[in-house]
Every structure is written in structure tokens, then in C-alpha cells.
């Protein structure tokens, strides 16, 4: 939660509790507060661990970020022609439910000296493989310098003042690039952009001397998709009418 859901609903710290949250751009300390519970559609999440952010980087017209530690107790479904996400229970996303669709296998990476995890797939850019961390959050797509600079994409004048926000801090774009095509599986994508900044998540996952990339999940919403965390793969229909 942000600081102004905090003051407004007077959320008090838990002693002695606190984690690390890691966004893009830096990682803090934060005190966990106490929420009894949330409740997100018909889902209620009872006890959850609640973290207080101070600032408002990620938060400009939010409330605050729910996390992939409630979202992977279900399978995530988008809707495209209803607009709405779908908590389905991890049991009913079976190989016939989806038969045609594309499944992209997604891999864990944990966040180093935490219990944090985040899902990774390989996206292949001018027919090299590179790291991508799917990032729900994410309103843009997000390379770093050693992508830029190795996959041989065309670079863009950023426009003045654009900036990366995170859920700690912001930082400056300091370039804009444009992948002309990249593929997942099956899928493609010509004339993509991304951001390139100084992000201090590529270090927290090791992949500071390695080409990677962030993909926020509008890259996907032209199409239904499913996010099925039990068995690590997204299923992305083909028909972008699919319902």
C-alpha cells in the first residue's frame, strides 16, 4: 500500500517486521502493516502480508501493487473483449481447456537474499535469446544497456523528461530503442519499443552483464491469456477475438 491508503485507513506498523521490496529502480526496507483482510472480486485473502511504501513513484492514482504472492494462488485469465481478469482456481486450466492456444513456458528466478520470485520467459530478439521478466505492472517494456547495445536494435531520441517509475523511485529514460522484430514461441511482434535507464532490478537478478529485457503485460493484451503459476507457463490465444 502507498502512503496515502495508509494515512486514510490509519494502518498501523507491525513491530519488528519489515522486507525488502525490490522495484526496478532501487530496493528498500519497508514495515509490514497490519490488514486483516482483502478482498479482491470474491476472492478474500485473510492475514496477507501487507507492506507500506512510501512515496507514490508507481503510485500516481493507485492505491497500491497486488503482488504475484496472492495472484499465483490462482491461474490469471484476461479478458480482452470483457476488459476484466479472471482468478480461476489452478485446477480447472487443463491442456484441453486451451488446446490451440500458444504455451510459453515461464521460469522462477529468485530474487537473491529474499523469498521473492519472479517469472521469467526467453524472448528471442534478431534470432538471439534474451531474458525476459514478465513484470504485470509494468506500463512500458524495459531493455538494458547491454540488450541495447549488443542486439543491434535501431536506437530512438527519447522524448524530454521521460522517466521510469518504480515502486520505490523513479529514474530518467536515457534511451529509446525499437526492436523491429521479436518473438515468444509462437508469437511476434514487429516494431517494438522499449526504455532503456540505469534499473537497479537487472543487478538484484544477476543480469546486470547480460542482455534482458522487462515486458509489461500490455505487450500481451491484444490477445485473451492465461498466467497459469501452478504449472509455469502463460497460455496467449491466437485470436485476438477469442473469448
Same mark, same amino acid.
Given at each position: 500500500?502507498?502512503?496515502?491508503? &495508509?494515512?486514510? @485507513?490509519? @494502518? ?32 478474500? *485473502? ?35 473483449? /470483457? ?17 490451440? *492456444? ?32 514478465? /513484470? ?8 538494458? *544497456? ?15 523528461? @521521460? ?11 536515457? &534511451? ?12 511476434? *511482434?514487429? &516494431? ?19 542482455? &534482458? ?21 502463460? @497460455? ?8
Amino acid at each position: 500500500v502507498f502512503d496515502s491508503l &495508509a494515512r486514510q @485507513l490509519d @494502518l498501523r506498523p507491525i513491530p519488528g517486521r519489515r522486507v525488502i521490496i525490490h522495484g526496478v529502480v532501487n530496493s528498500e526496507p519497508a514495515p509490514l502493516v497490519d490488514i486483516e483482510t482483502i478482498n479482491v472480486g470474491d476472492s478474500t *485473502w485473510v492475514n496477507p502480508r501487507v507492506a507500506h511504501i512510501s512515496g507514490d513513484h508507481a503510485g500516481r492514482g493507485l492505491d497500491g501493487i497486488l503482488g504475484v504472492d496472492f495472484l499465483r494462488q490462482y491461474a490469471v485469465g484476461f479478458s480482452r473483449a /470483457d476488459r476484466v481478469v479472471r482468478l480461476y482456481p489452478p485446477e480447472l486450466i487443463s491442456e484441453r481447456s486451451y488446446r490451440g *492456444w500458444n504455451n510459453i513456458p515461464l521460469e522462477t528466478d529468485s530474487v537473491r537474499q529474499s523469498k521473492a520470485v519472479l517469472y521469467v520467459m526467453q524472448l528471442t530478439i534478431r534470432n538471439r535469446r534474451v531474458k525476459a521478466v514478465l /513484470d504485470l505492472g509494468a506500463g512500458v517494456n524495459i531493455m538494458n *544497456w547491454q540488450a541495447a547495445e549488443k542486439l543491434g536494435v535501431a536506437k530512438i531520441k527519447p522524448s524530454k523528461g @521521460l522517466i521510469v517509475s518504480g515502486a520505490n523511485d523513479s529514474t530518467p529514460v536515457t &534511451a529509446r530503442v525499437r526492436a523491429e522484430s521479436m518473438s515468444t514461441g509462437s508469437i511476434k *511482434w514487429r &516494431a517494438e519499443e522499449f526504455s532503456v535507464a540505469d534499473l537497479d532490478i537487472f543487478s538484484v537478478l544477476d543480469l546486470a552483464d547480460e542482455p &534482458a529485457v522487462i515486458l509489461g503485460a500490455g505487450l500481451f493484451t491484444q490477445r485473451d491469456f492465461v498466467i497459469d503459476f501452478l504449472r509455469n507457463r502463460m @497460455l496467449v490465444s491466437n485470436n485476438v477475438d477469442a473469448r
